[in-house]
């Protein structure tokens, strides 16, 4: 198989909303759902195969099964698949948070860390996105403006635009804003350290936990400096991504060095590889393994892809 549809793994974060359902055709039941894990070998957060052959399958066991060859030559340095593809949808402020790089968070937590890039499918009026400072700061200061909650004062508020897209580095401390909804592609980890959260409390009627001390450890304590993404969405030494837009027709190749994975934003239609088909909607990913070949996508969409 070369078109393998999949099913996220949902997650109910108390800040998410319900767009994913109504907007994005997702087949979800309760009342809040803020994350869909699109490509996900996570974890206890699989993503799995809808349909043909190895329909109901994690992803990861249909990897494991069909052997390392579906992820590419390019895969080969690493020992676990190597990214997450996520829809997110922020009906209320996230937290503010800092991801640790690899080292620090293979000796504290025992997976990697975090590199992410944010594409923002909506945006409504006047949100915003937190990257980075907007100035120098010391640990004192950080720590101070934790406990007097202004920390905000310090941080580099970017307004948000369906369309743009914000590469998160090792240790830059960040935030969605409420009222967007954003296209994730980052590596395949869990790790984040928590600074400030508004006072909010989970469903155990508790404060959510802060990680002050290893945030400040790992953070970045000037302003971020910008990567050269070479014409890519974003691009770093775990993925690629690429927005593919088309009214008709578009044909890829899916080479031996790399699978790829195709989010839809927008449009329906039909994606195709020799004899298969699959028909896609708004909202539908797809994981195609390397050394696919030719696909052919017909229809009018807007799509993210991701690759190694």
């Known amino acids: 198989m070369c078109i393998l549809k999949l099913k996220p793994a949902y997650k109910d974060n108390l800040w998410g909303g319900h767009r ?7 087949d979800f039941q309760g009342p809040i759902l803020a994350e869909a894990w699109e490509v996900s070998c996570y974890p206890g957060s699989p993503s799995v195969i809808e349909g043909g052959r190895y329909s109901g399958t994690a992803l990861e066991d249909y990897i494991k099964a069909a052997g390392p060859g579906v992820l590419g030559t390019a895969c080969s340095r690493f020992d676990d698949f190597p990214l997450l593809v996520k829809l997110i949808d922020a009906r209320e402020n996230l937290s503010l948070q800092v991801h640790p790089n690899d080292e620090f968070a293979f000796a504290h937590e025992g997976q990697p860390g975090k590199l992410e890039m944010r594409y923002i499918m909506s945006a409504e ?5 937190y990257c980075g400072l907007n100035r120098t700061v010391s640990k004192d200061e950080i720590r101070q403006r934790i406990e007097d909650k202004t920390l905000m004062e310090v941080l580099l508020k970017v307004p948000a635009k369906q369309g743009e897209v914000f590469f998160i580095d ?11 909804t954003v296209l994730e592609v980052e590596q395949n ?4 350290y928590r600074v400030y959260d508004y006072g909010r409390r989970g469903a155990d009627g508790r404060e959510r936990e802060l990680h002050v001390d290893k945030a400040l450890e790992v953070m970045q304590l000037k302003p971020a400096e910008p990567r050269d993404m070479q014409g890519h969405l974003s691009t770093c030494e775990y993925f690629t991504a690429d927005r593919v837009i088309s009214n008709g027709e578009y044909r890829m190749h899916i080479g031996e060095d790399s699978f790829m994975t195709i989010t839809f934003m927008e449009g329906n239609g039909v994606i195709s590889c020799g004899d298969e088909r699959s028909s896609f909607v708004k909202g539908n990913t797809f994981f195609i393994p390397a050394g696919s070949g030719d696909i052919e996508i017909e229809g009018a969409f807007d799509a993210v892809t991701a690759r190694v």
């Open 20 to 26: 994913l359902v109504e907007e994005y055709n997702k």
């Open 125 to 129: 009026p006047g949100s915003f996105i």
């Open 170 to 180: 090792h240790g830059v401390l960040h935030a969605i804003g409420k009222g967007i």
């Open 189 to 192: 980890s869990n790790v984040t």
